[in-house]
């Protein structure tokens, strides 16, 4: 929320001195975040010109300049930048004429940019300052022609000081305001926060008195509520205009205040609804009363209904919008955003003026819904006052009557259903227990009292009713959160709280972190990535297998070309990889641990079955909720691509390779204490021949693989991309921390070879685990040394030669029982894999 301070002073009193920095600290002090300081950034001599007269000038490029002879003060004073008091100024705008009264900006001013502004030769002239536009002071947008002081209804004697006169020399501070502080979304709300702060004397500009209606414009409030018997719509109030000027400016002090809060100006009558919803926090809408057909109906979106909001928009509406309709239809959707059949316009010359009052849970969802944020929205969702809608309308047919011309009638409406607060038991002692401050009874009342809280005492303590600026008081914590915040935070001690015994870092985190810190010292690069991808993705990436994954869509997704929740992690880093590459980085080695999302066969509730936001759900919609929650098991992923040896002097480069991924594999089950097996598999993502199914003590635990080469290219990778993916819970439920050691044997070892023929289908691994099975407790090592598949073979055979260690813990082996083991090992393969041995 931006508040220029002028707007704030006509509500609280300010010291005469007092800056934007002593407001936001005045703010801190009752929980107010501050966030910035907002200027016009402009400094003088910026002062008021009369045009006396203009030559224009053709030039060769087209265009036609204007050397203007300006009046920049009275005649026979000097000006404010010290020279005459006539300046010749070149303008290449049009919109002026001789008499009109400008805005110029004189040598030594600067503007917003910052421009600063200096005499200079221009089309063969001494342009002596320049005419501003309304873009060129940071006013608005517009930079078709020059600031006319006219348009404003203004008329200032030349000389005059612009930035005064204009409200340039207006300062804003911005707060940060958190969801449960609606009504600090306002000149109000915060006027009456600084009041709290500094004991200054604060003026509720709402209270005035407001005429009563004769009940002759008909409102028909028809909000059954399909969101869970919630009252839609409680206040709806509506007041005419007549005989308005749609053309007539806006006020420059308006529009200098609107700019400041960060506002658009749009027309006097748009920016007058505007001003008054920062100014009271109600948001305000204007009809054009003689567009509109019959009277106004509040009820629900029909299925299949559309709505042409003000930003020309078709919309396609929900059973659960709450809609303002007349005859001929929807007319806008409450308290988001008007629609175009009523739009206010420069031919508007009879105003409906409108204020109402929605549920805060209806107006959130149908702007999320619908993605259409609005100043309006963010003020409902957050609670608006009930009782000022009345006020609010006072306010704005005052400020259109003064100044678009209009005529005030007694013709409107009051619909006023909105339900009573209820009180609230405010134990005694009962804050000093929980803040741990001593309050007196009195400093509790008073606390109360000061922010609009109707109090009395009870027995055992203080019935508080809630002011109806203040739907976030709903319980004693709420109050005694107020009378911490009005009496001082500093009167809470600082004690630092005693850590409760325990047991230190679950198994899990203590794997987490030796996985993660294992990875990281082994040269990866830990990433983070998003959770949200594309179908594709999830298909291509989140099984092995062919076809459709079941993945979970976002119902509201951030991006509609990735509303999916992942049910892999390798997605994300191709990404991160592709994003890097481009940025010159070619040799990448990353990792990412984090959750994957499996939904499953659990049914989740329906929207119109979601527990209310304000109610504690029952234990039956409590565990409909932990059911529907979808299996989030946690992943680690792998990602190796370019060089992991660069190439230099007597050394050549060597690329990462599926031998890559599967040593980071190793390194992940050296770090969780589990020895991790890598067999022949298939990926639907990755190459054939050089993909691995990963598996513990027999079960399916990863991937690793390379991927296949067009999916590479797809996302402008190289060729050889190595990946894994391992799901970590199921490692660490595996077993893992637990290392088995081995002494270290001092008997002499004795080596031998064994070549078998298999068929080419049969994957080594499972050969060299036949062998190991078979040689028993001699084999000490075994490893594939060659995979021969040529001449002399068969077409469907191949040559797996292994290279075996076998040593005796208490004696020296002979070459026998060497080839005995080695013979058995063989004698198992063969009878596993029909394998035969190679002469």
Not at 24 to 39: C, P, Y
Not at 767 to 784: F, K, Q, W, Y
Request: glycine share 10%; aromatic share 4%; hydrophobic share 40%.
């Amino acid at each position: 929320m931006r508040v220029p301070l002028s707007w704030l002073a006509e509500y609280v009193e300010l010291p005469a001195d007092t800056t934007p920095e002593a407001v936001q600290s005045a703010l801190v002090k009752v929980g107010l975040e501050e966030e910035d300081i907002h200027r016009f950034d402009l400094s003088g001599p910026i002062v008021v010109g009369e045009v006396l007269e203009f030559v224009e000038e053709p030039q060769k490029n087209g265009k036609v300049i204007r050397w203007c002879q300006v009046r920049v003060a009275p005649d026979g004073e000097t000006a404010a930048d010290g020279g005459e008091s006539v300046h010749g100024i070149v303008c290449g705008a049009h919109n002026f004429a001789p008499g009109d009264k400008v805005v110029v900006t004189l040598p030594g001013a600067v503007l917003p940019g910052p421009f600063p502004i200096a005499a200079r030769k221009t089309y063969g002239h001494l342009s002596d300052g320049m005419i501003a536009s309304v873009r060129e002071l940071g006013l608005g947008d517009d930079h078709e022609g020059i600031l006319v002081l006219a348009t404003l209804g203004m008329d200032p004697e030349p000389g005059t000081d612009a930035i005064s006169l204009l409200g340039l020399d207006d300062e804003a501070i911005e707060i940060n305001v958190t969801p449960d502080r609606g009504y600090a979304f306002s000149i109000r709300g915060v006027a009456r926060e600084y009041a709290h702060a500094t004991g200054a004397t604060f003026t509720d500009p709402a209270k005035r008195d407001v005429p009563t209606l004769d009940g002759t414009f008909p409102v028909t409030i028809d909000d059954g509520a399909p969101i869970r018997d919630r009252q839609g719509c409680s206040v709806f109030t509506t007041r005419i205009v007549r005989d308005v000027d749609p053309a007539r400016p806006t006020p420059a002090w308006m529009r200098s205040r609107l700019t400041l809060a960060g506002i658009r100006s749009v027309s006097v009558l748009v920016d007058i609804t505007n001003y008054v919803m920062l100014e009271l926090g109600q948001p305000i809408h204007g009809y054009d009363l003689d567009r509109l057909t019959g009277g106004i109906t509040v009820r629900r979106a029909a299925k299949g209904e559309k709505l042409t909001t003000l930003d020309s928009t078709e919309r396609v509406l929900h059973a659960e919008d709450l809609l303002i309709t007349d005859g001929s239809g929807p007319i806008g959707l409450a308290g988001v955003m008007g629609g175009a059949t009523t739009e206010i316009s420069d031919a508007t010359t009879n105003v409906l003026v409108e204020a109402a009052n929605f549920d805060p849970v209806s107006i959130a969802r149908t702007a999320r819904r619908h993605k259409l944020p609005s100043e309006a929205s963010k003020r409902f969702e957050r609670g608006v006052d009930p009782k000022i809608t009345q006020a609010a309308v006072d306010r704005v047919v005052e400020l259109i009557q003064k100044y678009a011309g209009g005529t005030p009638t007694d013709s409107g409406s009051v619909y006023d259903e909105a339900p009573e607060r209820d009180r609230i038991l405010l134990p005694s002692g009962f804050a000093s227990a929980l803040v741990g401050v001593d309050y007196s009874d009195a400093e509790e009342r008073d606390a109360l009292v000061e922010i609009g809280c109707e109090v009395s005492i009870v027995d055992g303590g203080l019935s508080v009713l809630p002011p109806s600026w203040r739907p976030d008081l709903v319980g004693k914590a709420d109050l005694v959160e107020e009378i911490a915040r009005i009496v001082g935070y500093d009167r809470i001690p600082s004690v630092l709280p005693v850590a409760p015994p325990g047991q230190g870092l679950t198994r899990g985190q203590r794997s987490r972190r030796a996985l993660s810190d294992a990875l990281a010292a082994a040269g990866s690069t830990e990433v983070l990535a998003y959770p949200f991808v594309s179908k594709a993705s999830n298909d291509l990436f989140g099984s092995p297998l062919e076809g459709r994954v079941p993945a979970i869509k976002v119902a509201n997704a951030l991006d509609a070309t990735v509303p999916y929740l992942r049910t892999s992690l390798i997605p994300g880093l191709i990404e991160i990889a592709h994003r890097n590459l481009s940025r010159g980085l070619t040799n990448l080695s990353l990792f990412e641990m984090g959750l994957v999302f499996t939904p499953g066969t659990k049914e989740r509730l329906g929207s119109d079955e979601l527990p209310s936001g304000t109610d504690r759900p029952s234990d039956e919609q409590l565990d409909a909720l932990f059911e529907g929650i979808p299996a989030q098991p946690r992943h680690v992923a792998v990602l190796e691509l370019g060089n992991v040896i660069e190439k230099q002097p007597g050394q050549p480069a060597v690329s990462a390779s599926l031998s890559d991924a599967l040593a980071r594999v190793g390194q992940i089950g050296l770090a969780l204490g589990v020895r991790i097996d890598a067999v022949q598999g298939t990926h639907k993502a990755l190459h054939p021949g050089r993909t691995a199914e990963l598996r513990v003590n027999g079960l399916h635990v990863g991937f690793a693989g390379e991927l296949l080469p067009d999916i590479a290219e797809d996302h402008d990778l190289p060729r050889v991309v190595a990946v894994a993916e391992l799901d970590i819970d199921a490692l660490i439920a595996s077993g893992g921390e637990v290392v088995a050691t081995h002494s270290i044997l001092t008997q002499p070892a004795a080596t031998q070879d064994l070549s078998l023929l298999v068929a080419r289908d049969v994957p080594a691994g499972d050969v060299l685990a036949s062998v190991r099975e078979g040689a028993g407790e001699l084999l000490e090592d075994i490893r594939l040394v060659d995979d021969y598949r040529g001449s002399g073979l068969g077409t469907d055979e191949k040559s797996l030669t292994f290279a075996l260690r076998f040593r005796a813990a208490d004696r020296t082996l002979t070459a026998a029982e060497a080839s005995e083991a080695k013979l058995a090992g063989a004698s198992r393969a063969h009878e596993l894999f029909g394998a035969a041995i190679r002469d």
